[in-house]
């Protein structure tokens, strides 16, 4: 519904699509934001209604689209119901589905044993993510890794330091650092409040800058004035302007508990912006230890407080991890490269019957 990193990624595919003489065809919920960014010429936007896992309506509605439409192929992106109920609408239309992967998080048996059933291929957005599905019996056949990607020339900019300072109520020596992650548990943001009560008495000009949106919100404000925070953490809601906002962070964090891979992770460093993350999943592709961030183990906000503590001392340290991330980020997370990887997977799917 939102433009979180998996629905950017599925612009970029599109875009990286059309480029390359594809027809496309984006069917998303009633009220998409990605359904508005998809411009004309890169893909056709139909919208229906999806109300979640358990809206058997999605097979009938994807069915008769899929019918009507008769594609080669047919592209699911977990979740929302999508992965699960499109798979079941593509196989009764009678056309090959495969499916994008974004979450490590383990499934049931008996539904992995039912739902890889119905795709012909699955694509991982990391290795961590693939070496879960491995754990769990999907054929290693089935399985591609194709990750995912970041347009890094749109977050190569200088820091607009009067506007950033304005826009956030800070005070001229702030030093401010964030988290971009959905307000939901498994992101793990009480983690880092936790670590927060320590890292403001150790730098009492520190502030963190919560964005994104989810069912915690109101959770999370209680907890930011329990722990005396509301001077130093700010809620700052949804943004689309995060290549504005990157440069004037000092950090990134990503305290999550289980992590696909972390889009704005590829994008904080773009902006060479150094990272402290937790080291689970796919984020040690995105986040090298010692390269271009520090990596802690998930849930232990001792942690948090060591390796931030240690970034922010060491600022010359902090640099060479920002610049690291850039030149990461440009050779290995290209969406040239993105594209391609899917393209030849459709090829390689296709050209099996």
């Known amino acids: 519904m939102h433009l979180y990193g998996g629905a950017r990624q599925v612009l970029y595919l599109l875009e990286g699509l059309a480029e390359r003489g594809v ?3 984006l069917v998303v919920p009633t009220g998409s934001a990605v359904g508005a960014k998809a411009g004309s010429g890169t893909a056709r936007v139909e919208y229906i209604r999806m109300a979640g896992d358990l809206d058997l309506g999605v097979i009938l509605r994807l069915y008769r689209i899929i019918r009507r439409e008769s594609p080669d192929l047919v592209h699911l992106h977990s979740r929302r119901g999508a992965d699960l109920l499109g798979g079941v609408a593509a196989r009764l239309a009678g056309v090959p589905a495969l499916l ?3 979450v490590d998080n383990p499934e049931s048996r008996w539904l992995v044993g039912a739902k890889y059933r119905l795709y012909r291929g699955v694509i991982t957005i990391s290795e961590g993510i693939r070496q879960v599905l491995l754990r769990q019996g999907v054929p290693a056949e089935k399985l591609s890794c194709v ?9 190569t900019r200088d820091c607009d330091r009067d506007w950033f300072l304005h826009e956030f ?3 001229p020596e702030a030093r401010a650092i964030g988290v971009v992650a959905q307000l939901i548990p498994r992101k793990g943001h009480r983690f ?3 670590a927060m009560v320590r890292l403001v008495e150790l730098h009492p000009e520190l502030h963190l800058l919560l964005f994104g949106k989810g069912p915690l919100e ?3 404000g209680r907890l930011i004035e329990s722990l005396g925070l509301a001077q130093r953490v700010t809620l700052a809601g949804f943004r689309d302007d995060l290549a504005k906002l990157f440069p004037c962070l000092e950090l990134l964090v990503h305290p999550a508990l289980i992590e696909g891979l972390g889009v704005a992770l590829l ?12 080291h689970t999943g796919g984020i040690p592709e995105a986040v090298r230890d010692g390269v271009n961030g520090l990596l802690v183990p998930p849930g232990q906000p001792e942690a948090l407080v060591d390796a931030l503590d240690r970034l922010l001392q060491d600022r010359a340290l902090a640099r060479r991890l920002g610049d690291a991330g850039r030149e990461l980020m440009q050779r290995e997370f290209s969406v040239a490269g993105m594209v391609e990887g899917n393209l030849a997977l459709y090829q390689t799917l296709l050209n099996k019957d």
């Open 169 to 171: 109520g800070l005070e």
């Open 218 to 220: 109101a959770e999370l």
């Open 147 to 155: 990750r995912s990607a970041v347009e890094a020339a749109n977050y």
């Open 192 to 194: 880092l409040l936790q």
């Open 23 to 25: 027809e496309n065809l």
């Open 100 to 102: 994008t992967r974004r």
């Open 267 to 278: 994008q904080a460093a773009s902006a060479g912006v150094p990272i402290v993350a937790s």
